[in-house]
Every structure is written in C-alpha cells, then in structure tokens.
C-alpha cells in the first residue's frame, strides 16, 4: 500500500467551480473511490491533510491516578481497602497479581471528566480454576485487565478536610 496525493488525480477529473471574482473556497468535501483488483468500489477518507485545513480540536486531557504501585506494600488496612473495591468494581481481588500496578484511567473535554477505567494485571486461569505457570520462567502467566469502574475509590482519612 502506498499514499498517494491525489491533487494531480483530482485537476485530472477537471473539477471546476463557479464562484465570483475574490471568493475563495472555504472548505471541500471529497469521497475518494477507488477500484479495488476484485473490481469493487472502495470509498476513502483523506489520511493526510495541511494543517492549516485542520480544525483545531477540543483539548482532551488524559488522566491516570495509581492505586497501587507493581509490589507495594500495603497496611492490612490498606489491602483490606483495596480488595473492597476491587470486589465493589466486579474484581476478585485473588486473582489480581501485585507484580503490576492498578491504575484508573479517565478523561476529560471541556472540563467534563469521564471513561473510568480500572487498568489491573490478572492471573491467567484453567478451567479448573488454577493458574497457569511458564515453567520456562517458573512464573504465573498473567494478562493486563482493563475494566469500567462502577464504584470509585474513596479517600483515605488523611486527604478528607
């Protein structure tokens, strides 16, 4: 596959417009159809345009808040904490692996934050419910979980006012 600047192609097909004396064209839409070998019809949409033409998009500002950190350690009272919201979120916190961090994804546009995401590394199991090992690294198989929170963690003692 190659790009290709279809500009050349475009004054090919001999697209004019009639306008008055001093106006300028704004903005274009175009539906780029190509013939694929099979001899069906392919519409595309440009992949590259001049930035000048580029709408300037609504800032969106990306946040992650960490949990817990790959192999903190916690208080009891702190674990005790996390797996109630884990469990609270849909998580059983047995088979979350402490070799990775939990971390809560969101986003914000416009000053509305949203898209809660819980990001968590998880034990891969059989269905006899025991986890797989790589006896190459004598290590449990893990995967990396990402879920959408329904209860957010609550603040801890110490940042309440």
Request: net charge negative; proline share 7%; hydrophobic share 35%.
């Amino acid at each position: 596959m190659t790009d290709q600047k279809i500009g050349a192609q475009l004054d090919e097909l001999g697209l004019v417009v009639d306008m008055e004396e001093g106006d300028r064209v704004a903005e274009a839409v175009i539906t780029v159809t190509t013939r694929l070998g099979s001899g069906a019809l392919m519409d595309h949409q440009p992949v590259c345009v001049p930035p000048q033409f580029k709408p300037v998009p609504d800032p969106v500002q990306r946040r992650v808040v960490t949990v817990m950190e790959a192999n903190q350690l916690l208080s009891e009272g702190q674990k005790q904490r996390v797996r109630a919201w884990l469990e609270a979120n849909g998580i059983d916190p047995k088979w979350v692996s402490a070799a990775g961090p939990i971390t809560v994804h969101s986003r914000a546009v416009n000053g509305n934050e949203g898209g809660y995401r819980i990001k968590y590394t998880e034990f891969c199991r059989g269905e006899d419910g025991q986890r797989f090992a790589d006896p190459g690294v004598n290590a449990a198989v893990t995967v990396e979980r990402c879920v959408l929170q329904a209860v957010p963690l609550d603040e801890g003692p110490e940042v309440r006012p």
